[in-house]
Each structure stands twice: as structure tokens, then as C-alpha cells.
């Protein structure tokens, strides 16, 4: 990468300067809103302390969820606040506005070392608007609360691939640089988008087709191994002519499927047996079938024992491997036992075999750590979904091709 970094940042120094920085802390609540998984806030905090330790007065642009543009408690960044003081060992303030008159106020009073966390930049509508105007008029308001020695840090990658105000409008109106997480996921995905050491096998699973195709396409022809499984395997096996039952199923995707299946057959990799499930239930009543014996009404909800056989053995001679979406509906624990070993199978060619293994994906990172997997068994475990996935089919980040000076 040709972007300046928070390393060169540092060198010019930061003591006493307003640096507003861009962080992913879109991570999951539970109904009480407590946070379920906080791997994207302890992503955050090597660029968060690096800056305070050397004086800055830090201030944090972060969304939560979808609020659509309006003020919502449901989506306030308060839980966050919460667990960045704790996990940065100093209060961590949470302004009541995004850009308003708290937010300047308290921006204003910031003294060396603080860090003030802005409300959820998605409460007001201006961040995500295709109207460049309005998104410009939001950035000068954030650029203002930087003041006229600040900087730019983006250091969130889960949003790097959106051209919204807080990712790509404020790039430009203050001298920007990419924070180590960034850099780090931008180096690590670079070489498994453009350097792969073969054999490259990608797994792919999660819940649709539509949302992958674009990497199918983009891999199919890179990888020497695409294993399919997760949600998004029905619509293959009806391709196939199977009886997927009341499994998920994209039906108006089922023609690309087909000739996916036809132009990449020898390279993509399905599923051999099934987990069927009598509902969508996390204590459904459950049994292992082969592919065209799901019971009339039933589902599938993960992938067989021997399929998990088969995709490890595809697995074990892997030099690199990149996984998104989980195996099969993982958050019900009657039904994780695929996700689970296919994970268990990328950690051992990762170990076994000097694999370079990359995991994408909020659900499957996710999956990683509610499973009690050793995250540190892989390589690379990105902070992105869409935009590990965007950067994988060689699409440009905006977010990261904006600090290209
Ligand atoms: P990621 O966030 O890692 O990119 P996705 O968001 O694409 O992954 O998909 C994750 C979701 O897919 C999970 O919530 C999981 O429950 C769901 N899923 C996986 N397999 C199935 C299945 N067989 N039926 C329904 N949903 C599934
Ligand atoms: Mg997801």
C-alpha cells in the first residue's frame, strides 16, 4: 500500500492535535443490549492507544447497526463507550450528538491523551446519502471538531468499502492516513487476493447466494478448490436436481448455479450428506441424510458428518485458505457441528501444513470464538465482511483508495 500510515502520523506528531479517527465497532447486542461479541472494539484499540499514548486528542466516528438515519437509543454507542473505557483502562466519553454543539463542546474541551466518542454517525441521514453535497456538509462539520491542526486515521475495515461521510468524505478534507488495522487487513487479504499460494481452496457458506456471487465469480477461476456449503448450498443442489425441501432456497438463483456448476464443475465442491431439521428451532428434532433424503417439510440447517470429511480432506493439502459464512445455522448448537469442524480442519492445515488461512466475515468470525475455536489457529481473522469480500473479487475500496495522497 502507498498510503501514508499512522506510523508516519506518529513520526510528525500528534501531542496536543485533534485526530479523528474512524473505527468499526459494529459489533452484536443482545436484546438487552449488551455486547455478544466485542472482536472488532479489542481490533481497534492498538491505533486508539498508539495515538493517546503519544497526546492526541482522539476523537471517534463509529455506527452501530442500522438506525436509517434517525436518532434511536436502540443504536446508541453507549454500550461501547462503556466497554472502550474499560478495555482502554481511561473514561472514554460519549458525546449526545454526532456533529452537533455536545459534540463540539466536547471536542473543545479535550485535553492530551482523551478519547471522545462520537454518537452513532448513522443517526443522522447525511452519512450515508448518494447526494455528495449533503455527505460534504456532514464531513466539514466532523472535519470542524478536528480543528485547524488535525488529521484523519481510517482504521475501520469493516466499512472501508463504503463511500459514506465518515469513511470517505472526511478522508478528504483533513491529511488522512490508514490506521494498523487497515494496513494490517489490507497487507494480509492483498495476498490472498493477488499472491496465493497454491493450492488455494475457498470455503464459502452463509446464508445467500446473491450476496456472494460476485466472489463466487471472481474465485472460481482463482482458487483450485470453491467448497460450498452454509445456506447458500440449497440453491446448488436444486441446480443439481435435488429436493432441498424447505431448506433455503434462492430460487431466481438457481440458473446462475447451474452454470457455475457447469463452467467450474471440477473446481467447486458440495456438500455429500446433510443435518435435517424439523423446523427452524434450536431444539428442532434432528437427523443426518443424504443429500435427496430431507424428510417432506423439513430443512437443512447444517452440513453432514461426511461432508466434513470430505471438505477436510480438501483442506489438509491447502497452502491457502480464505473461509466465509458459517457451515450451517451455528447459533443454535444442535446445528454448529459443521462450522465447528470445517473451522477445526482450516486450524489444522494452518498448523499442520503452514496453510496461510484467512477467516472473513462478521458471522463466521463470530462463529469462530462462540464455538470456543482458537482464533489464534488461523492466520488472519478480518474485522470485514463485505469488505474482505469486495477486496477478494479486486473490486477498489473506496475508504482506502481515498488516502492514496
Ligand atoms: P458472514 O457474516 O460470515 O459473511 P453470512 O452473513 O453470509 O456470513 O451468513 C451467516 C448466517 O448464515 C448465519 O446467521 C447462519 O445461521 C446462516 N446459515 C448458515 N447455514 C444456514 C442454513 N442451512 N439455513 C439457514 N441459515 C443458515
Ligand atoms: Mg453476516
Not at 499512522?6 to 501531542?15: F, Q
Not at 499514548?53 to 437509543?73: F, Q, S, Y
Not at 488535525?150 to 482504521?155: C, L
Not at 448448537?333 to 480442519?345: I, L, P
Amino acid at each position: 500500500m502507498t498510503v501514508k500510515t499512522i506510523d508516519d502520523l506518529l513520526k510528525e506528531g500528534v501531542s496536543g492535535r485533534h485526530i479523528l479517527v474512524r473505527s468499526d465497532f459494529n459489533v452484536p447486542l443482545d436484546d438487552n443490549g449488551t455486547i455478544t461479541d466485542a472482536g472488532r472494539i479489542d481490533a481497534s484499540l492498538p491505533t486508539l492507544k498508539a495515538l493517546t499514548e503519544a497526546g492526541a486528542k482522539v476523537i471517534v466516528m463509529a455506527h452501530l447497526g442500522r438506525p436509517k438515519g434517525e436518532v434511536n437509543p436502540k443504536f446508541s454507542l453507549q454500550p461501547v463507550a462503556e466497554a472502550l473505557s474499560e478495555k482502554l483502562g481511561q473514561y472514554v466519553a460519549l458525546a449526545g450528538d454526532v456533529s452537533g454543539e455536545d459534540a463540539h463542546e466536547r471536542a473543545n474541551g479535550l485535553t492530551e491523551g482523551d478519547v471522545l466518542l462520537l454518537e452513532n454517525v448513522r443517526f443522522d441521514p447525511r452519512e450515508t446519502s448518494k447526494d455528495d453535497a449533503k455527505r460534504g456538509e456532514f464531513a466539514d462539520e466532523l472535519a470542524a471538531l478536528a480543528a485547524d491542526d488535525g488529521a484523519f486515521v481510517s482504521d475501520g475495515f469493516g466499512v472501508v468499502h463504503r463511500a459514506q461521510t465518515s469513511v470517505y468524505d472526511v478522508a478528504k478534507r483533513l491529511p488522512a492516513y490508514a490506521g494498523y488495522l487497515v494496513n494490517k487487513e489490507v497487507s494480509v487479504l492483498d495476498k490472498a487476493a493477488n499472491n496465493p499460494e497454491h493450492p488455494y481452496v475457498v470455503v464459502l457458506g452463509g446464508s445467500k447466494v446473491s450476496d456472494k456471487l460476485g466472489v463466487i465469480e471472481a474465485l472460481a477461476t482463482k482458487a483450485d478448490k470453491l467448497i460450498i456449503g452454509g445456506g447458500m448450498c440449497y440453491t446448488f443442489l436444486a441446480a443439481k436436481g435435488i429436493n432441498v425441501q424447505e431448506s433455503l432456497l434462492q430460487e431466481e438463483m438457481i440458473d446462475t448455479c447451474k452454470k457455475l456448476l457447469e463452467d467450474h464443475g471440477d473446481r467447486i465442491v458440495l456438500p455429500v450428506d446433510l443435518i435435517a431439521a424439523e423446523k427452524f428451532d434450536r431444539d428442532a428434532e434432528k437427523k443426518t441424510v443424504e443429500l435427496d433424503g430431507i424428510p417432506e417439510g423439513w430443512m437443512s440447517l447444517d452440513i453432514g458428518p461426511k461432508s466434513v470429511e470430505e471438505f477436510a480432506k480438501v483442506l489438509a493439502s491447502a497452502k491457502t485458505i480464505f473461509w466465509n459464512g458459517p457451515m450451517g445455522v451455528f447459533e443454535f448448537e444442535r446445528f454448529a457441528d459443521g462450522t465447528r469442524g470445517v473451522a477445526q480442519a482450516i486450524i489444522d492445515a494452518t498448523q499442520n501444513n503452514g496453510a496461510f488461512s484467512v477467516v472473513g466475515g462478521g458471522d463466521s468470525a463470530a462463529s469462530v470464538r462462540t464455538l470456543g475455536l482458537d482464533e489464534d489457529g488461523f492466520s488472519h481473522i478480518s474485522t470485514g465482511g463485505g469488505a474482505s469480500l469486495e477486496f477478494l473479487e479486486g473490486k477498489t475500496l473506496p475508504g482506502v483508495d481515498v488516502l492514496n495522497a
